[in-house]
C-alpha cells in the first residue's frame, strides 16, 4: 500500500489553477467543429463540452480547463483507486480476526448507548449520532437526524461501516458495563435488575475474551491505518481541487 498521488500532479493543479483567462465575450458561445481553436483576446480556446458547464453541447471552452480537468480526472481516479484498495486490504485482514470484537459491540436493546458509541448489526458498523439510542439500527432509524449513521463508511461504499479500533470499543464497553450496574442497583424490578446484571456480566466477560484478541486487530490497525488516513487526506485534496478546476472552467471568468 505504498502507492501516492503524484506530488507534481497536485502541485501542477494549485499552480495551474491560479491561472484565470481574460474576460471574453465569446467565452462559452456556441461552437460546430469538435476540437476546433480560437484566440480570443489573449487567450486560446477550444471547440468542446464544457465538463462543468453547458455539458451537453460544444460551445468554446478555454483550454486551460480542458488541460486542468484532464489531470484532475486522472488524479481523482488515483486517488479514488487508493483509498479503496487500502480499505478493501484492512477488511480482508481486519474482519476474520475480529470475531470477539463483533461480539462484544452487538447492539442490544437493553444498553443505553452514548453519542459515538459504536455498535455491530446486520453485517456492518453504526455510531450513534445522539445520547439514548435504544433503537436498533434498521433502515428506519439510520440518517444524520435520527439514531444511527454508518461508522466510517468505505469510499466504495457509504451504507458499509468499517471496524472500530479496539481502544474505542473498550472504552465504550467498560463504560457501558458500569452504566448496567448502576441500573441493575437503582430499578425496583426484580425481572429487570437481573437482565441488567446478566447483561453486565456478559459484556464483562466478553472484554476478557476480546482483551486475549485484541492485538491482532491493532496489529492490522497499526499498519494500515495511518497510509488510509494519508489517503483519505488527498482524496479530500482532490475534492477541493475540483471546486477550484470548476471554478477556472467558468465561461464568465
Known amino acids: 500500500m505504498n502507492k501516492k498521488i503524484s506530488a507534481l500532479l497536485l502541485t501542477g493543479f494549485l499552480i495551474f489553477g491560479s491561472m484565470t483567462p481574460a474576460q471574453a465575450v465569446t467565452s462559452g458561445s456556441s461552437c460546430t467543429s469538435l476540437g476546433a481553436k480560437a484566440k480570443i483576446g489573449k487567450n486560446d480556446y477550444v471547440c468542446a463540452k464544457n465538463p462543468f458547464f453547458n455539458t451537453t453541447k460544444l460551445t468554446w471552452v478555454w483550454d486551460g480547463c480542458i488541460e486542468l480537468n484532464t489531470d484532475f480526472v486522472a488524479g481523482f481516479k488515483e486517488a479514488t483507486d487508493a483509498i479503496r484498495a487500502a480499505e478493501l486490504d484492512r477488511m480482508i485482514k481486519i474482519e476474520p480476526v475480529g470475531a470477539a470484537l463483533r461480539d462484544l459491540i452487538t447492539w442490544d436493546a437493553?444498553?443505553?448507548?452514548?453519542?459515538?458509541?459504536?455498535?455491530?448489526?446486520?453485517?456492518?458498523?453504526?455510531?450513534?449520532?445522539?445520547?439514548?439510542?435504544?433503537?436498533?439500527p434498521t433502515a428506519a432509524n439510520i440518517g444524520a437526524t435520527k439514531f444511527w449513521s454508518v461508522y466510517n463508511p468505505s469510499n466504495s461504499n457509504s451504507k458499509i461501516g468499517q471496524m472500530p479500533a479496539p481502544v474505542k470499543v473498550l472504552t465504550s464497553a467498560n463504560a457501558q458495563v458500569a452504566s448496567l450496574t448502576s441500573a441493575a442497583v437503582k430499578t425496583s424490578s426484580e425481572s429487570l435488575k437481573g437482565k441488567y446484571t446478566a447483561l453486565s456480566a456478559s459484556l464483562a466477560a466478553k472484554i476478557s475474551t476480546f482483551d486475549s484478541s485484541k492485538s491482532a486487530i491493532q496489529s492490522v490497525v497499526d499498519s494500515i491505518d495511518p497510509a488510509l488516513e494519508e489517503f483519505k487526506n488527498t482524496f479530500t485534496l482532490m475534492l477541493m481541487i475540483k471546486s477550484t478546476v470548476k471554478d477556472k472552467c467558468n465561461p464568465k471568468y
Open 110 to 136: 437493553l444498553i443505553t448507548y452514548k453519542k459515538s458509541d459504536v455498535v455491530y448489526y446486520g453485517s456492518t458498523y453504526y455510531a450513534a449520532v445522539k445520547a439514548g439510542a435504544n433503537k436498533a
